[in-house]
């Protein structure tokens, strides 16, 4: 019993920790970003090669998608517990300045979650999301922004409504997505930005808003690993402004022209549940996941086709 009694005492702190970071995480992201603006150093203004494009297809890309956002689709295979992510993100126009100093991007970037879950012996699919979007990307030196206009439907599998007795709606939502990152000095970066949703089955709130920060300290890196920090927060009118907050600290493995390749991370999630029928319910995570990232097969893939 005194075991029991002191997870349960762990498991109360940890969640009481997640509610104070929840109020205070918007006030403490506006200060950073005040801070290190204010703070940097006019020839810290300059591109930092080793943290931008390099101004074509095979370069690293325009807009980093968020690591650690449970609902961002990219160019990986995802694995971590109950669910598998495979996503693609494909540059369909690429235009660069003559001077180098801007681009901007066009293209496509698509998505498939699946979670499962068992009982006894069988495992089931409990839930499928589907994301598809045109994204259009901008940077500029250290600055860069994503437009994207996407579609998103889920899907419950068949077992898990007979098992539950959950009872399926149809759910469906076009939404436009704003987000603006800024790559501070120390391989730090700050992004944020609202999503507002077009169009939606049911009728929710339509207005989100996200913010986040990723972290790649210098002093643990090596010459093909680098560890890092990210961590992710969002606010949705739908589930009455309560706060998702997702935190994935890790390792991450690059070629030798520091393209990513894999990741081995840890992942703290307390929100939302990320599967859309399922959106109203909540949940709390403590787990791994083992990601493979695609960019550099498809750059690969593009450059042999031009």
């Known amino acids: 019993m005194g075991r029991a009694d002191d997870l349960s005492t762990q498991k109360e702190n940890f969640l009481t920790l997640l509610m104070r970071l929840r109020r205070t995480f918007w006030g403490f992201g506006a200060l950073l970003a005040v801070v290190i603006i204010a703070g940097l150093p006019a020839s810290a203004q300059q591109a930092d090669t080793s943290y931008g494009p390099a101004g074509d297809l095979t370069s690293s890309q325009i807009f980093r998608p968020p690591m650690a956002d449970p609902f961002e689709p990219a160019s990986l295979i995802r694995y971590g517990g109950n669910s598998l992510d495979f996503g693609l993100d494909l540059p369909l126009m690429v235009y660069t300045d003559e001077g180098g100093s801007s681009e901007w991007q066009i293209g496509f970037l698509g998505g498939i979650v699946a979670r499962f879950g068992s009982e006894r012996t069988t495992l089931y699919l409990k839930s499928a999301d589907f994301h598809a979007g045109i994204p259009f990307s901008f940077r500029k030196g250290r600055f860069s922004s994503r437009i994207q206009f996407y579609h ?37 970066r700050i992004y944020g930005g609202p999503t507002l949703l077009v169009r939606t089955y049911p ?33 949705r009118g739908e589930v009455d402004w309560q706060t998702d907050i997702s935190i994935t600290p890790g390792v991450q493995w690059t070629t030798s022209k520091e393209e990513p390749v894999a990741r081995f991370e840890g992942w703290i999630y307390s929100g939302q549940d990320p599967f859309g029928e399922l959106f109203q319910e909540r949940e709390h995570v403590i787990g791994v996941q083992l990601v493979f990232t695609l960019d550099p097969e498809i750059k690969s893939l593009i450059t042999h086709r031009h």
Request: proline content about 4%.
């Open 152 to 188: 998103v439907s889920s899907h419950l599998g068949a077992d898990y409504e007979a098992l539950t007795g959950f009872q399926p709606f149809h759910y469906s939502r076009e939404a436009l997505q704003a987000l603006a990152a800024y790559d501070a000095p120390h391989h730090v």
């Open 203 to 235: 009728h929710v709130e339509r207005w989100a808003f996200q913010a986040g920060t990723e972290w790649f300290p210098q002093r643990l890196s090596g010459r093909r690993w680098h560890a890092y920090l990210a961590d992710d927060f969002q606010t």
